[in-house]
């Protein structure tokens, strides 16, 4: 029962994201969004989002009147379980997010000492994992995320 509801989750999710993309491209709607990489002893945090292909960064869009380091302790809690405070944080990079063309999203880090727990809801994200960046470059990635672990090396 609850792969199924995981599965009609991710059905639903991916339709939503893809009018969103939609929308936001014809409207011009600027989207603004944040991403966390979770470091641990030389392994970074991927998720496996239901309704997006390949390997991402725990993230995603901030409120309206939310900072970006706000939306990245908020997506972070949410999707993976992990509470950080945003001093915490550092700014990686800001980058052309995939919501449209006013689409930016900034990246921040965060080192941990030990491999957090986490907590994820099978809906929106169906899998998340610590991997080495090279394990995680033989995988399907999300483009920023191959080009922050390139450059990164």
Do not use: N
Request: glycine share 8%; charged share 30%.
């Amino acid at each position: 029962m609850q792969k199924a509801a995981s599965f009609f989750w991710g059905i639903a999710l991916t339709i939503l994201f893809r009018c969103a993309a939609i929308v936001f491209t014809i409207t011009k709607k600027r989207i603004r969004g944040s991403l966390v990489a979770v470091w641990s002893r030389g392994k970074v945090l991927l998720v496996k989002k239901s309704y997006r292909k390949g390997w991402s960064l725990p993230g995603g869009m901030r409120k309206k009147g939310e900072s970006w380091e706000q939306a990245a302790v908020r997506e972070l809690f949410e999707e993976v379980g992990i509470r950080m405070e945003k001093e915490d944080l550092s700014f990686v990079a800001e980058v052309a997010g995939d919501l449209g063309p006013r689409d930016r999203a900034r990246i921040f880090q965060v080192q941990a000492e030990s491999h957090p727990t986490i907590r994820i809801d099978r809906r929106e994200i169906s899998a998340a994992e610590f991997v080495t960046p090279g394990e995680a470059l033989k995988r399907s990635l999300d483009r920023t995320v191959e080009k922050m672990l390139r450059t990164r090396r």
